[in-house]
């Protein structure tokens, strides 16, 4: 069985300038509010490929084989996505703008989960029941890796040390202000999560663990 991760990052922001203004970027400002939303779409499953197309797929993606012959019999492709978006309040002050936080909202998930299973093991067949218990396993591991990380995305929106106000010339300026840093401290708790999927993925490619799925069947 292969497996191959991903990990891609979107942003986008919305500013508002309210009508009144005030002197400058000094006093207390309002703590911003973070949300996170996982994205867990369901499987989806593909048993028309043939043999050469797995074998490229596990080629092009530099996973490991399941089938004796080195082609594989089954594969498991799962891509992260994480989105980031924020809302500033800018407002005019003197010959630029006085940009805050109001809230950052983060979507991670998988944007991707797909199994593909040779098509030359018919559906009702032993071999691809085992073929996809194992991929499975592989699903459960994509999805597992995320639920473990979750409160510590919680923590890094929560601890993370962003600017409370930010004097700028340009309104514009307030989207990387404050995207960029929220994003950056995200990053170490995604990559935390692509290397437990790693990990557990190829933990479950072990040799012992293809051994035992062979041993379901009779015929290969």
């Not at 909202?105 to 040779?118: A, P, S, W």
Request: charged content about 25%; proline content about 5%; overall charge neutral.
């Amino acid at each position: 069985m292969m497996r191959n991760i991903f990990l891609n990052l979107a942003a986008t922001v919305a500013v508002f300038v309210p009508a009144a203004a005030f002197a400058g970027c000094v006093g207390a400002s309002p703590i911003p509010s973070f949300t996170v939303g996982v994205k867990d779409p369901p499987v989806n499953y593909d048993f028309g490929r043939d043999s050469a197309s797995l074998g490229r797929i596990a080629s092009e993606n530099g996973m490991p084989s399941l089938g004796r012959t080195r082609v594989p019999y089954g594969i498991t492709i799962g891509r992260y996505d994480l989105e980031v978006s924020v809302e500033t309040e800018a407002i005019r002050s003197g010959n630029g703008y006085c940009a805050q936080l109001r809230a950052a909202h983060v979507e991670i998930g998988l944007k991707q989960l797909d199994v593909v299973v040779d098509r030359r093991f018919a559906a009702g067949t032993c071999e691809r029941q085992a073929i996809l218990d194992h991929e499975g396993q592989h699903v459960e591991v994509f999805r597992e890796a995320l639920r473990y990380y979750m409160p510590a995305i919680q923590r890094s929106l929560a601890n993370s040390k962003l600017p409370e106000a930010i004097y700028l010339q340009d309104r514009k300026a307030s989207r990387d202000a404050y995207l960029q840093p929220v994003t950056e401290a995200l990053q170490p708790v995604f990559e935390a999560i692509n290397g437990r999927a790693r990990d557990g993925n190829t933990r479950l490619d072990a040799p012992e663990n293809y051994a035992e799925v062979f041993k379901r069947c009779t015929t290969w």
